[in-house]
């Protein structure tokens, strides 16, 4: 069995708003092994999408303890926690968060430039990003001239830029209709297959079935935690759409 990549312990999010407590997460304990594909399902105010927050990084918990790839980051300081976001963790997410005015080359190289990443290196890892996309030929393309599923694959190859353990995926196919959801899909599941760890984000059980295994949420609890022994296969079912509109 592969090593734990994500361990969480008894984590708990408090929020307080307006004299009030919210528990958006009430003692959660997860093991994640890397390579695993994971989609966390659950309705609004679950807690999902808090869950997703704290795997990356982007915010603290009250409580609980959280591990990545060994290295317990639940206590991190802000500029820790900035660093472990540039140097671990790829982010794809459901509005794309392109720079209008940048190129898709521009957008993808974005991480390396805050990491400090010298200019002839950053080209480098960027086109080869974009060509394992199937983007080469867009490269000097702004957002505004893609369509959203190329946007949507500039996005992903600018999660990879700085070879993460880890791509989170908040909501990735929720502003593409059905065919680009698919052709997405298809791409997290070839990246999954090579070996990348993908933990998604999603309120569709047809995405959640392209993943290995599925988490739901409720009231800020883990409330089921099942594995697919099949998961739905996107560029077979990619396959069939296309045929069906010849």
Known sequence: MAELL????????????????VHALRGVSVEIAGGEFVAIMGPSGSGKSTFMNLLGCLDSPTAGDYSLAGEKVSAQRSDALAAIRNRRLGFVFQNFNLLPRASAQENVELPLIYGGCQAAE???????KLAAVGLADRAHHHPAQLSGGQQQRVAIARSLVNNPVLILADEPTG???TR???EVMALLQELNRSGMTIVLVTHERDIAAFASRVIGFRDGHVTDDRRIERPADAQAMLAALEKEAA
């Open 175 to 177: 502003a593409l209709d």
């Open 122 to 128: 950053r080209r480098r890892r960027a086109t080869e």
């Open 6 to 21: 994500i361990v969480t312990r008894n984590l708990a999010k408090d929020y307080y708003l307006d004299g009030y407590v």
């Open 180 to 182: 680009t959801s698919c």
